[in-house]
């Protein structure tokens, strides 16, 4: 059985995190983001947004997107900001340690183990939305072209 080593987390590439999904079993990922490990796996999701960030196929691209990480243990919410413009990305809990939260165009609501399976391609993000899996509040048109903005890991 597979295990999430936060030490290895630190220095693992999008790949290397998506190809550990993958081999994981469903329930240890489910343990994994109810644990002590969710917030260091988030971070390091969500931390690695702009290095997978496309700026050649974002275009004149300037929006930003919430993504509320649902499922934590005490009933809270694991938020993160991700705001591209003018070629950049960056990603940023919430609320953001130097007050800054923008208004979103795009809301994305999901459970800690969809996101992973998400960020791993095991799952098909259209039949996960139809499922009510994911949930998206705003410029649906977006969500739909928003994979396109990033080198996701293909495993």
């Known amino acids: 059985m597979a295990e999430f080593n936060i030490e290895s987390l630190a220095g693992m590439s999008p ?4 190809r550990l999904v993958k081999r ?3 329930a ?3 343990q994994a983001m109810r644990g002590e490990h969710r ?3 988030l971070d390091s999701i969500f931390n690695s947004m702009p290095t997978i960030f496309r700026p050649d196929r974002a275009g004149s691209t300037s929006t930003v997107i919430h ?3 649902t499922g934590r243990p005490d009933g809270e919410i694991d ?3 991700i705001a591209i413009g003018n070629g950049t990305c960056t990603s940023t809990p919430l609320p953001d340690p130097s007050g800054v939260v923008l208004e979103p165009r795009l ?3 999901l459970g800690g183990v969809e996101l992973l399976q998400l960020i791993a391609g095991t799952t098909n993000p259209a039949m996960m939305f139809m499922m009510g ?3 998206a509040k705003g410029d649906i048109s977006l969500a739909a072209s928003f994979p396109n903005l990033f080198d996701m890991p293909r495993v």
């Open 28 to 30: 240890t990922l489910t």
């Open 24 to 26: 994981t079993p469903h």
């Open 15 to 18: 790949t290397e995190l998506a």
């Open 133 to 135: 899996k994911i949930k």
């Open 67 to 69: 993504w509320q990480i």
């Open 79 to 81: 938020r993160y900001q």
């Open 39 to 41: 917030q260091p796996i």
């Open 107 to 109: 809301t994305i609501t």
